[in-house]
C-alpha cells in the first residue's frame, strides 16, 4: 500500500466499520457487477448524478424529502440498462435475511443502482443479472475476493475513449479509505469506465486515450485544439461509493455525495460530459460527530485516489 491523501496509510473501503464490498465477475471477465452492503439497520444515503448519460435506479428515494429513511445496499453494474436487473438478485438476498424497509406485507429491501455502459458490438446480450447480483452480495458478506481490479462492474471497463475504443486503455474498479483526526473513518470506491483520461496528483496522465504515434493523446487537450471528435465507443460513466462512520441526515448525505463529485473533476479530464453518466453515492452508517468541511474534504481525497486506483495509478 501506499500513503495517500493525508499521509495516511490507503486501504479500503471496508474500512469504515459496517461496510461490505463484493464483486461478482461474468462472461469470461468483460462484465460484472459490485455490491456495497450496509449495516442490517441500513444507511442514510445521498446521490449526485452530474453526467448527461446515466442509468440508475431507485435513485429518487434518496431525495432529503421522501419518505424512506436508510438504504440497505447499492450495486454498481455493468451491462448499461440491462444490468439494472442485478439489483433484483440483491433484493432477494437482502430479503432473505429479513433487511429491508418495514411495511405490512415484511421488510422491503432498498437498494438503489447504477451502471456503466460496456457493451461492445456483438456481446450486447453479456450483461449481469439477477444471479449475478446474488452472488456479489454473497461475497460481500463472506468478505471474499479482491475489492479493487478488473473485477466486478469494472471488468470491461475503459478509459481515455475521446478516439475510440481502439485507442482506450483498461479501467476497473479502485478504492480508497483514511481516518480523521476526529476517529472518523471515509472510504470510497470509483468504477472508472470514463471518456477522459485520468491524472495522478501530480497532473500527469497515468491512463488515457493512446496517440497513434505513440504516449498519451491527451484527451483535454485535443478538445481545446479542436483536433478531435469523439470516437466510436458508446457511453462512459464513472461510479463512487463515499462512505462514511460519521452521522449525517439526507440533506447532509446529499451534499457530501455533491462535494465528491470534485474528486471526478480533479481526476478525470474531461468528465461530467453529455456522454457520462457520472453518479456518486454517499452513506452515512455511524453516530460519530465530525466537521463538515473536513468529511467532504476526505471524501473528495478518497474518492480520488479510488479512480487514480482504478487503473493502476
Known amino acids: 500500500m501506499r500513503a495517500r491523501g493525508l499521509g495516511l496509510l490507503c486501504k479500503m473501503l471496508r474500512e469504515v466499520p459496517g461496510i461490505r464490498v463484493g464483486h461478482d465477475t461474468v462472461r469470461g471477465g468483460r462484465t460484472g457487477c459490485t455490491v456495497v452492503l450496509c449495516p442490517p439497520g441500513g444507511a442514510v444515503a445521498g446521490v449526485d448524478v452530474r453526467g448527461s448519460a446515466p442509468g440508475t435506479r431507485e435513485t429518487d428515494l434518496l431525495r432529503p424529502e421522501a419518505l424512506v429513511e436508510r438504504i440497505h445496499a447499492v450495486v454498481l453494474c455493468g451491462g448499461s440498462a440491462f444490468g439494472l436487473a442485478a439489483a433484483d438478485g440483491v433484493m432477494t438476498y437482502l430479503s432473505e435475511r429479513g433487511v429491508g424497509f418495514a411495511t405490512p406485507a415484511g421488510p422491503v429491501p432498498i437498494v438503489p443502482a447504477a451502471v456503466i455502459y460496456d457493451l461492445v ?10 444471479r449475478s447480483g446474488y452472488r456479489a452480495a454473497l461475497a460481500a458478506e463472506q468478505g471474499a475476493g479482491e475489492v479493487e481490479g478488473r473485477v466486478g462492474a469494472g471488468a470491461g471497463a475503459r478509459v481515455g475513449k475521446l478516439l475510440g475504443r481502439a485507442a482506450s486503455m483498461p479501467g476497473g474498479v479502485g478504492s480508497a479509505w483514511l481516518r480523521l483526526p476526529s476517529g472518523v473513518s471515509v472510504g470510497a470506491l470509483a468504477v472508472v469506465n470514463a471518456l477522459g483520461d485520468v491524472v495522478d496528483r501530480q497532473g500527469a496522465i497515468v491512463a488515457g486515450a493512446r496517440a497513434p504515434g505513440g504516449g ?28 462514511t462512520d460519521a452521522r449525517l441526515d439526507r ?13 471526478l473533476a480533479l481526476a478525470i479530464r474531461p468528465v461530467h460530459t453529455r456522454f457520462d453518466g457520472d453518479t456518486v453515492f454517499a452513506l452515512s452508517c455511524g453516530e460519530l460527530e465530525c466537521d463538515p468541511l473536513s468529511l467532504g474534504a476526505a471524501a473528495v481525497s478518497t474518492l480520488r485516489d479510488a479512480i487514480i486506483r482504478a487503473v493502476g495509478g
Open 216 to 243: 498519451f493523446a491527451d484527451a483535454f487537450e485535443l478538445l481545446l485544439s479542436q483536433a478531435s471528435e469523439v470516437g466510436e465507443s458508446g457511453p462512459n460513466t464513472t461510479l463512487g461509493v463515499v462512505a
Open 251 to 263: 440533506a447532509g448525505a446529499s451534499k457530501l455525495a455533491q462535494i465528491a463529485h470534485d474528486a
Open 121 to 130: 458490438a456483438g456481446r450486447r446480450r453479456e450483461h449481469p443479472g439477477a
